[in-house]
């Protein structure tokens, strides 16, 4: 976790992708390190009250946490700030942690006021509550398989006022008719597991076994169930390996959802992709924008002023004139 106690936005420079250490991994190191891989925790762009090694005043908790210290179970779990302090996401100390794919994602997507949105495998519910802090959205519904990181979600929203605006529920996504009827949402997001059964070593974690591997689900079944949940013009959005990205095409077609937008992410400039960032329209008409290449970091080892700017949008709402 990042101990600085500085605002967000200025300790940016400081956090890695790979190496959160606070430090640039070695030069000769960092095109060997998969940013899919290693689904690293943004560590340095959250902060705990455990991990600072300091309280929060009791005006203040009483003010903005509404009681955290009874949500978070302080043994096993952190309540780590996000975005600026905008959010507090709800966490295991060392089970699954949301990573920065989560980010990117949230602000490659592009919602409408009033637009009902669906999150297919929430997790730790960072992406739905980031997106119904940011917009001006319908209902915002997230479906978790995992009834543990549901109903730590489910706490997150609460600490966060947001429970008249997000819902978590526990689902399973490959029976998506028992999560809701068809045609329901505008928009759908998702960011699967990226490895295949049977690829690479199985985390003994259960919940870092289930968000990294395929076990309750690959990108077939999370297609289909956006394409279930989708109204007509619906959008789908997600971030994938860009390995893997023709899965992901063929299996939107297969299902009438039209790629429209891709961009793909490298870690630095000169580098393979590593992953794509993907919009998609239910029954939408072919044609396909494919954007500049978004790049993490400089060739100074820092983040890139793009992705700077990135997490200052984020950390900006666009109820307040940010993004």
Do not use: W
């Not at 940013?35 to 600072?52: D, G, N, P, Y």
């Not at 919602?111 to 917009?135: K, N, V, Y």
């Not at 994938?240 to 992901?248: K, N, Q, V």
């Amino acid at each position: 976790m990042g101990n600085d106690g500085e605002a967000f936005e200025n300790r940016i420079p400081e956090a890695r992708i790979g190496d959160f250490s606070g430090s640039p991994a070695p030069a000769a190191e960092r095109p060997q390190r998969r940013l899919f891989e290693r689904k690293a925790r943004v560590s340095s762009l959250q902060r705990s009250e455990e991990a600072q090694g300091r309280k929060m005043s009791s005006t203040r908790r009483d003010r903005d946490f509404q009681g955290p210290q009874d949500l978070a179970d302080q043994s096993d779990e952190t309540v780590d700030e996000v975005l600026g302090g905008r959010l507090r996401i709800i966490q295991k100390r060392r089970g699954y942690r949301f990573s920065i794919d989560s980010l990117l994602l949230a602000h490659f997507v592009r919602l409408r006021q009033g637009d009902d949105l669906l999150d297919l495998g929430t997790g730790s519910g960072i992406l739905a509550l980031i997106l119904a802090d940011r917009h001006r959205c319908g209902k915002a519904l997230g479906i978790e398989i995992q009834e543990e990181l549901a109903a730590m979600a489910t706490r997150s929203v609460e600490i966060n006022a947001l429970a008249g605006r997000v819902e978590i529920r526990p689902g399973d996504l490959r029976r998506p008719e028992t999560i809701c009827p068809p045609c329901s949402f505008d928009a759908v997001v998702f960011n699967p597991p990226y490895r295949r059964l049977g690829s690479g070593r199985t985390n003994p974690d259960l919940q870092k076994a289930v968000a990294r591997h395929e076990i309750e689900g690959g990108a077939a079944e999370f297609i289909a169930a956006a394409a279930h949940a989708l109204r007509e013009g619906g959008r789908v959005y997600t971030i994938y390996p860009a390995m893997r990205m023709a899965e992901i095409l063929c299996r939107m077609r297969s299902s009438k959802i039209e790629p429209k937008r891709i961009r793909v992410v490298h870690s630095r400039p000169g580098g393979a992709g590593m992953f794509a960032l993907v919009e998609g329209v239910m029954r939408g008409r072919e044609e396909l924008a494919v954007l500049p290449p978004l790049f993490i970091y400089g060739e100074g080892g820092g983040y890139t002023a793009e992705m700077s700017a990135i997490f200052g949008e984020l950390s900006a709402s666009r109820h307040d004139g940010g993004g």
